[in-house]
């Protein structure tokens, strides 16, 4: 054969091998588009005519998403977190570093019993109370103390009894009511604009400081310019100023001011009775008291927590009972041991209703981080990203792109909003740090459970 003849027959078979590629990748194709369309049924599907439209090149999608190519060369998403008829998470879990969720979350949510158009019946959804926790207001609260003397304990998860002083409301109950944790006390809740007395018992000498609220002095909780309570008035216990609760009742009246969240604790030798657990959250509501918006014309909600970060020294404890009932020398060094949130600490935390955080795919929540320890502290959701709106009862004035992480420092208080993911169920952490902030003390673990 010629050189010429084996060229022109090179070239002949080429064009032959080069069509049955064609063709296999056409049937490929439409095999692949015919079992996606096919993949629900149970029963096997009489072969239906092909027909020849043009495939659309695949373009790439972020991490956690599948393409599908069906018979009519359109792409579809498979979402790992999507249910069938629902949309790809917007600011959820995986999604592209800087898109934000809209707002009212991914899909707003269905109010419990009624019937989405076009989808028939849907059954009666359980209602979720906005609230997650108990109250004291909103126009006055009263306030006692546990007895320093008395010895009060609060078991920890380990089992172990820590002495702890607590404000408690007069039926005994502390944070959520409950007499089983003195730490921390009652949330106090009042309306902005509207008038507030609380009024504080006590047997020994102590104040309710309110921490970041616009009041005068006269009601800020410093003994030296605002008074403090005490029946028994030991010398080593009476703090500098005039002690205008004899008797055993100091009563505090003020205007609610800015709507937010703030914080209340003992001003009587701080440094020691902040750690032994004398303080609280103050959340002030907006002027029309509605309880799903976070002040005037601010985000709105559909469930409401507070994590209350604090943690415990059991070396301040010895015995039992404090080394001193004073500040001094042996309260030099802080060596936290115990790292708690809403005054639970280790696998009591997860069990615990006002920690662990379950609604509803695509419900908003909030969540007052308020800081009650010395501690600074590293909070996650568990990679669900959030929306920072507040700072020390104060909106933000400029809008902050969604985070992962957040670190708040003793005495603050930030109020942070997240999309529910669509389904699953991830594990919180707070992780406290040294007074550096570049190691970790000890961590509390919680979660969030999409309903």
């Keep these: 054969m010629s050189i010429k003849s084996n060229r022109f027959f090179q070239k002949t078979v080429s064009k032959i091998f080069v069509k049955k590629i064609e063709t296999d990748l056409n049937k490929r194709i439409f095999l692949l588009g015919l079992g996606t369309m096919l993949g629900g049924c149970s029963a096997p599907q009489p072969p239906q005519k092909e027909e020849k439209k043009p495939v659309k090149p695949v373009k ?41 969720t809209p707002p009212g979350g991914i899909n707003p949510p269905v109010s419990p019993g009624t019937d989405t158009p076009g989808s028939g019946a849907q059954p009666a959804l359980p209602t979720l109370s906005i609230q997650t926790f108990s109250t004291l207001g909103p126009s006055s609260a009263v306030i006692q103390t546990s007895d320093m003397m008395g010895g009060l304990t609060q078991t920890m998860s380990n089992g172990a009894p820590l002495l702890v002083w607590g404000f408690t409301a007069l039926n005994g109950g502390a944070f959520n009511g409950d007499t089983t944790r003195l730490c921390p006390g009652p949330v106090i809740e009042m309306i902005e604009g509207q008038p507030m007395m609380v009024e504080l018992l006590s047997s020994h000498p102590h104040t309710i400081h309110l921490h970041g609220l616009d009041v005068n002095q006269a009601n800020d909780g410093v003994p030296s310019t605002s008074g403090y309570v ?220 999409t309903l």
């Design 230 to 449: 005490a029946r028994v008035t030991l010398p080593a216990l009476t703090p500098p100023g005039v002690n205008l609760g004899i008797g055993g009742m100091f009563t505090y009246e003020f205007t609610a001011p800015q709507a937010g969240t703030y914080l209340y604790h003992c001003h009587v030798d701080t440094v020691l009775h902040m750690e032994m657990g004398m303080s609280g959250t103050i959340i002030v509501r907006p002027p029309d008291s509605s309880r799903n918006r976070l002040y005037t014309n601010g985000p709105s909600f559909d469930r409401e927590y507070i994590w209350q970060l604090h943690t415990f020294d059991s070396s301040w404890r010895s015995g039992g009972m404090p080394m001193s009932y004073v500040s001094g020398p042996s309260t030099t060094r802080y060596s936290p041991d115990y790292f708690m949130i809403n005054g639970r600490d280790g696998t009591d935390i997860l069990v615990d209703a006002t920690s662990a955080i379950e609604a509803y795919a695509g419900q908003r929540v909030l969540i007052r981080l308020v800081n009650l320890g010395y501690m600074p502290a590293m909070v996650g959701l568990g990679g669900i990203p959030f929306e920072v709106v507040a700072s020390d009862g104060r909106p933000l004035k400029t809008a902050m792109p969604p985070v992962n992480e957040w670190l708040i420092a003793p005495g603050e208080r930030y109020d942070v909003l997240f999309t529910m993911p669509l389904a699953g169920q991830v594990s919180t952490s707070v992780n406290y740090l040294d007074i550096s902030g570049q190691n970790i003390l000890g961590s509390a673990i919680s979660t969030i459970t």
């Design 60 to 100: 790439y999608l972020p991490p956690n998403e599948e393409i599908e190519i069906t018979t009519d060369g359109q792409q579809s998403i498979d979402c790992a977190m999507c249910s069938p008829g629902v949309n790809p998470p917007i600011g959820g879990i995986g999604a592209p570093p800087g898109q934000t």
